[in-house]
């Protein structure tokens, strides 16, 4: 999977993914404008390297959304109190990889981007697969590409 920002994990299933709510998808990412954000610093949690985003509000938004929409969806299955928004860059429980990733990264920061889609990435066994985009800021944009799995939105 590319570096990215979690809206909601675990999302519905592939056969719950239906024209209607990739639609509904679509409506949201269309009312939502393009996230002007800057990453200035790296963090780790178990098992994860990540880049912090500034501003955090608007994923946290995103979240709360995609939460009301689908009120049986919770962010990692409810495994955590608070949902810390954060760019994912790998996963890993090797600590020597963590701090080459820290020092390769660190002296490039503060990273600035326009943020301008949104996308759905399905579980095929340990691969990550593109499932479809919707444009950020876009009346009704629509969705791309079918694919089956477990997804990530």
């Not at 390297?49 to 938004?61: D, H, N, Q």
């Not at 990264?105 to 943020?115: D, G, H, K, T, Y």
Request: net charge negative; aromatic share 8%; hydrophobic share 40%.
């Amino acid at each position: 999977m590319p570096a990215h920002i979690t809206v909601m994990y675990p999302f519905l299933s592939s056969h719950q993914l239906t024209a209607d709510v990739l639609s509904a998808l679509a409506d949201l990412c269309g009312r939502t404008p393009p996230i002007d954000v800057t990453f200035r610093s790296v963090g780790t949690f178990p098992g994860v390297v990540y880049l912090a985003p500034t501003p955090k509000e608007e994923f946290r938004g995103l979240t709360e959304q995609v939460t009301e929409m689908w009120p049986g969806l919770r962010p990692y299955e409810g495994a955590h109190a608070h949902v810390v928004p954060h760019l994912t860059l790998a996963h890993t429980d090797d600590a020597g990889l963590v701090r080459r990733i820290a020092e390769e990264v660190e002296p490039q920061l503060p990273i600035s981007s326009a943020l301008n889609q949104a996308c759905i990435f399905e579980l095929f066994g340990a691969r990550w697969r593109h499932r479809a985009s919707m444009p950020l800021g876009e009346s009704h944009g629509g969705a791309s590409s079918p694919a089956r799995g477990t997804t990530s939105w």
